[in-house]
């Protein structure tokens, strides 16, 4: 890629232009953003999260200050997530 054409030689990650990459984002200085999920697979993921929510099944909070989350592996997607 032309965009990490000067990173590769440098390593130094403020040489990758991110002008270059498709829908890469600069959020602020060292944080940058990108799609990586379609809006119909996050649709599907959040269906599932509430049927397995609602099903009865035990569910444990992701972390102490999460109580209302689910850990996808318990839910049946430790081989995707």
Excluded at 24 to 31: C, M, T, W
Aim: include cysteine.
């Amino acid at each position: 890629l032309e965009a990490l054409a000067s990173w590769r030689s440098s390593k130094d990650p403020k040489d990758i232009d991110l002008a270059k990459l498709p829908d890469v984002k600069l959020e602020a200085p060292g944080v940058v953003s990108f799609n990586c999920l379609t809006h119909e697979f996050c649709d599907e993921l959040l269906a599932e999260a509430k049927h397995y929510q609602e099903s009865g099944f035990p569910q444990k909070a992701p972390n102490s200050m999460n109580n209302y989350g689910l850990v996808l592996n318990e839910g049946g997607l430790r081989v995707t997530f």
